[in-house]
């Protein structure tokens, strides 16, 4: 089971990028998916979550309003569309498979982990 996390890179503040975790070797269409982030001497973050079916959505305060997520079950894939980006927003991003369908903020409800994107936003 692997999932690759892309679209990581630099960008200038107020710029936008969007991410993608493409998931492999399984389906997760039944389960709930996040994105979580670490910056530089900090700890990992939560930063979105959708259910299994798209239904339910959950951001944290720092980026609600600027970044949404997405799924494409026939993919297996989900996206997370980052704008008005921040230099605060400055990390590597993970993205990550619930154990369940809905989804949260406690990163140990999460199974599997992909291996990261960087995302470096200049000011």
């Known amino acids: 089971v692997q999932l690759q996390a892309s679209g990581g890179g630099l960008v200038q503040a107020g710029g936008s990028l969007r991410l993608s975790c493409a998931a492999s070797g399984r389906t997760f269409s039944n389960n709930a998916m996040g994105w979580f982030r670490q910056a530089p001497g900090k700890e990992r973050e939560f930063v979105a979550c959708?259910?299994?079916?798209?239904?339910?959505?959950l951001f944290s305060d720092s980026v609600k309003g600027r970044f949404t997520i997405s799924r494409d079950n026939a993919k297996n894939t989900v996206y997370l569309q980052m704008n008005s980006l921040k230099p605060d927003d400055t990390a590597v991003y993970y993205c990550?498979?619930?154990?369940?369908?809905?989804?949260?903020?406690?990163?140990?409800?999460?199974?599997?982990w992909g291996q990261g994107t960087l995302v470096t936003v200049s000011s």
């Open positions: 990550a498979a619930d154990r369940g369908a809905v989804g949260g903020r406690d990163p140990t409800r999460y199974r599997y």
């Open positions: 959708i259910s299994w079916s798209g239904g339910f959505r």
